[in-house]
């Protein structure tokens, strides 16, 4: 068990609607990390934050969007979704030196 | 541009020594990092190396880099059947991981 938390485990619905990811770093990461992983692109980065503050953004696309609230959990928002935006979706969490980064076990999200 | 190779399979002898290769390509990288996923499960932080170092041994695992080649490896020696699992190599650069595609270790009896 990381620490790091993520919610739901599994999540389906319909292409064009919007879904919330959500995520619980480990006690006393600052740092919390976006990943997607698919079967065609395999695992990408997507965003980070850093203490509330978007810090590194990879390949995140204009229909999606996160944020860190003041308790360090952070959300992904999902919108407009299309069948390819089916994958596990990670979270994870680092302390201040940003070296270590510790997964949580990952939301699957299916769109039909 | 950034990319890391791996990769797909290796299959080795239950009690053999495992070696999983990787190349890189972003000379800035301080650290190289190798994660397991089992089946169904998360990305489990196995070990990783500052790019000013050869070697790293931490029990079953050895990681070597050849910074000059962009070269790591990851060795499990007297590999086991719960070693079975995807390995992937990343390396960090401007504060995410650049990942690799990852190898699928296979054990044989």
């Known amino acids: 068990d990381s620490g790091v938390t993520q919610t739901p485990k599994h999540l389906i619905t319909a292409t064009g609607q919007r879904v919330t990811l959500r995520c619980s770093p480990r006690?006393?990461?600052?740092?919390v990390y976006w990943y997607q992983q698919s079967l065609d692109q395999g695992l990408q980065f997507l965003i980070q934050?850093?203490?509330?503050?978007?810090?590194a953004k990879g390949n995140i696309l204009e229909r999606f969007s996160a944020q860190q609230f003041p308790d360090l959990h952070s959300e992904l928002n999902l919108s407009s979704l299309e069948l390819g935006d089916s994958a596990l979706y990670f979270c994870?969490?680092?302390?201040?030196?940003?070296?270590?980064?510790?997964f949580g076990p990952g939301t699957r999200l299916t769109v039909t | 541009g950034e990319d890391v190779e791996q990769s797909l399979f290796l299959s080795v002898r239950e009690g053999d020594s495992s070696v999983i290769n990787c190349t890189y390509t972003?000379?800035?990288?301080?650290?190289l990092y190798w994660y397991k996923q089992e089946p169904g499960a998360g990305l489990q932080l196995l070990t990783y190396?500052?790019?000013n170092m050869d070697m790293k041994q931490d029990q079953r695992l050895t990681v070597l880099l050849n910074k000059k080649d962009k070269h790591l490896s990851l060795r499990i020696a007297d590999t086991q059947t719960g070693d079975s699992a995807i390995y992937f190599c990343?390396?960090?650069?401007?504060?995410?991981?650049?990942w690799g595609a990852g190898t699928k270790l296979i054990i044989k009896p």
């Open positions: 994870a969490s680092s302390g201040r030196t940003s070296v270590e980064q510790y």
């Open positions: 006690s006393g990461d600052l740092s």
């Open positions: 934050y850093y203490n509330g503050e978007e810090r």
């Open positions: 972003d000379s800035s990288s301080t650290y």
């Open positions: 190396i500052f790019s």
């Open positions: 990343a390396e960090n650069s401007n504060y995410q991981l650049i």
